[in-house]
């Protein structure tokens, strides 16, 4: 039954799968990264012995008991000031460098994809280049990686040392008898072979001795895998702890990420729901009103009677009804979303531009095409601020600029107005800021009084 | 009148179908996208195509690309575009070059079942039908604001109805004018927005229009 040998079966297959670890992908893996290890962490010694020279390098050159001159015991520490300054300065992209190395051995050989941290900030200037360095929290996360590394290298040299020394065991038997094979009488001195306590070596003096050395090494070679793969474990933590993007980074991303989704979504969501206006309720009104205008003309044929006038009364009354449903509807609908915005910004603002009191000049230049969610806000955007010239500006004319040149959406609204727009006074333009940093988009008024005014919206080209 | 009908909505699409038999037209074909509306013109020759804008498979301007090229391939064949919406650019799409066989109406207007049929006949015929909207948008763009103060708010409503593509009958019908009256009016708005004097409905409609577009 499966129940009974159920735990039999996994027990062998554990037994299997402990015996053949140290043939196993995975150790070699292992292995291999720990063998990488160990001179990586030799590089950060170097440069923690580099950095400990020069902090010592005023003691060594002026040495306490004789001091040569004052001046040399000056430009001494300077020079120590000036190295320790250059490797902290330093140390931050130093560190990021190597971390690139780690995260690719990482993924190569342990299967474990680290993200890259956040960027470092670009500066311009020297003054801001070391700012950034020093700022650069990822950074000193790398540096604290990679002196971490440095013990940590140890212990990797010491797994490595498992599979060397275990493999060295094992050829004891096979060589002796090569080596040994002295005359009788001769006293040779033992020979050492290795445990996995270094310095505590065993010694093998005669030829059945050597089965003793095997012994051990099969045992080394038989535990090799899981030495290393612990030192890899402790590793691999840290590794992803340190040269991470970090927990707050990793957030940022992920917050990013799902408003990005949910602003397309809505988007979308308002496409659908004026694809189904369009395809349901508005062309059965259209259809309605179309069957009334049918019943209206057939009742105009039947002349003057009492009946017919009151049906023919009542039909027209449905026939306005279903006419007045009609425009109303379309303007429910286009407000939803504008079908048009399917088809190009520049198309929809042509229409938005021509339908305005005051007459808008247009100047569209848009090499491709933003997101259909930027569109749609782009799009809202310069209706609203269309509407608010209208209302308030008392302008002549209204001009209206997108440029999606320099992979951004720049629209600007202007008017030759009395100006005074205020976002605090409740004009739309507050609630326009905010549909504008859904996106991470700008929005910059300028209007004093007196005008113009100058409405600009920056946005990305994507979410 | 022959018509090849193209509107994805079935049930809009037969009760179209069937206004127009009721009215003794021939419906030679009714499809559902651009596509079929191409072949089914090649293959029948009618009178007027009346054309959706949305239709499978983008549901975006199908209709409009499918009209477009029914004028360059089909000029004996007028084309009446239908829409939910009026769009300043696909008006000026349709209108390019010419305006002669085209017209350009809000679905709503089939409601008007008469007005509807006498608008399809004109561009059957090789005129001109533009939804008040069209004219609207194009009055309202205001870059003539000087020239239409000059008008009496008769003579505006005048060139409203001349920009729809109706003949001097159709506008003093609308009116309630008597057509001599008309044309006094239109006289007068040709002379007071500078336009050289225009024989045939067509050539006037296009005179207004490229007046307004201008």
């Given amino acids: 039954m499966h129940g009974m040998e159920g735990p039999l079966t996994t027990a062998a297959a554990r037994g299997r799968a402990a015996l053949l670890a140290p043939f196993g992908r995975r150790a070699r893996d292992d292995l291999l990264f720990c063998l990488a290890g160990v001179p990586l962490g030799l590089v950060v010694a170097g440069v923690v012995v580099w950095v400990m020279a020069v902090a010592l390098a005023a003691v060594v050159l002026s040495p306490p008991s004789r001091p040569p001159s004052i001046w040399l015991g000056v430009a001494a520490a300077a020079l120590d000031v000036l190295g320790l300054l250059l490797a902290v300065v330093l140390a931050t992209r130093v560190a990021r460098r190597l971390g690139v190395v780690h995260r690719r051995l990482a993924a190569r050989l342990l299967g474990t994809a680290v993200a890259p941290p956040p960027p470092l900030a670009r500066g311009r200037g020297r003054l801001r280049w070391v700012a950034a360095g020093l700022g650069d929290g990822p950074g000193w996360r790398a540096v604290a990686y990679q002196l971490l590394k440095l013990p940590l290298a140890f212990l990797e040299a010491y797994a490595v040392f498992w599979w060397a020394g275990g493999l060295a065991n094992l050829t004891y038997p096979f060589w002796w008898g090569l080596f040994r094979n002295h005359p009788p009488g001769v006293t040779l001195g033992p020979v050492p072979a290795l445990t996995p306590f270094p310095g505590r070596a065993l010694q093998i003096a005669t030829y059945p001795g050597t089965f003793l050395a095997l012994a051990v090494g099969l045992g080394m070679v038989l535990a090799a895998p899981w030495v290393t793969r612990a030192v890899v474990a402790v590793d691999r933590w840290l590794l992803v702890a340190l040269l991470g993007p970090g927990r707050l980074a990793l957030r940022v991303r992920d917050l990013e990420h799902t408003r990005a989704l949910a602003v397309d979504d809505a988007a979308a969501q308002l496409r659908r729901v004026e694809r189904d206006l369009h395809d349901g309720a508005q062309i059965r009104l259209a259809t309605l009103a179309m069957h009334l205008g049918l019943a209206r003309e057939s009742l105009a044929g039947l002349g003057e009677v009492a009946e017919v006038g009151r049906a023919r009364e009542l039909v027209d009354a449905a026939h306005r009804d279903a006419k007045q449903a009609l425009g109303e509807l379309r303007d429910l609908a286009r407000g939803i979303h504008p079908p048009v915005l399917d088809n190009g910004l520049d198309d929809a603002l042509a229409t938005l531009a021509a339908t305005s009191a005051i007459p808008v000049e247009l100047a569209c230049d848009l090499p491709e095409r933003p997101a259909p969610a930027i569109e749609t806000i782009a799009y809202y955007c310069a209706a609203e601020l269309l509407a608010n010239a209208a209302k308030h500006s008392r302008a002549g004319r209204i001009t209206v600029r997108v440029d999606g040149r320099r992979g951004r959406l720049a629209l600007e609204v202007g008017d030759d107005g009395v100006g005074g727009a205020d976002p605090a006074r409740g004009s739309g333009l507050a609630g326009l800021a905010q549909r504008v940093s859904t996106v991470d988009g700008r929005l910059r008024i300028s209007s004093p009084q007196g005008g113009p005014t100058r409405v600009g919206v920056h946005l990305p080209l994507r979410t | ?214």
């Fill in chain 2, 1 to 214: 009148m022959r018509v090849v009908i193209a509107e994805d909505a079935a049930i809009f699409r037969e009760g179209l179908v069937r206004l127009l038999e009721d009215r003794g037209h021939r419906v030679c074909a009714a499809v559902a996208d651009g596509e079929a509306l191409l072949a089914a013109v090649a293959a029948h020759r009618p009178d007027v195509a009346v054309v959706d804008i949305r239709m499978p498979p983008t549901h975006t301007d199908e209709g409009l690309r499918a009209a477009l090229r029914l004028r360059a391939d089909h000029p004996g064949t007028g084309v009446l575009v239908f829409s939910q919406y009026i769009e300043t650019r696909y008006a000026a799409r349709l209108l390019q070059g010419s305006a002669a066989g085209v017209g350009y109406l809000l679905k709503d207007r089939v409601a008007d079942v008469a007005e509807f049929t006498e608008a399809l006949a004109r561009v059957a015929a090789g005129g001109t039908a533009l939804d008040p909207e069209v004219v609207g948008q194009l009055l309202g763009a205001g870059r003539h604001a000087r020239g239409l103060a000059a008008l009496t708010a008769r003579e505006r409503e005048v060139l409203s109805l001349m920009a729809e593509g109706r003949s001097n009958a159709g506008i003093a019908d609308v009116l309630v004018i008597s057509a001599g009256v008309v044309e006094k009016h239109v006289a007068s708005i040709f002379a007071k927005l500078g336009l050289p004097p225009a024989e045939g409905d067509n050539r006037r409609v296009l005179a207004v229009l490229r007046y307004l577009e201008a």
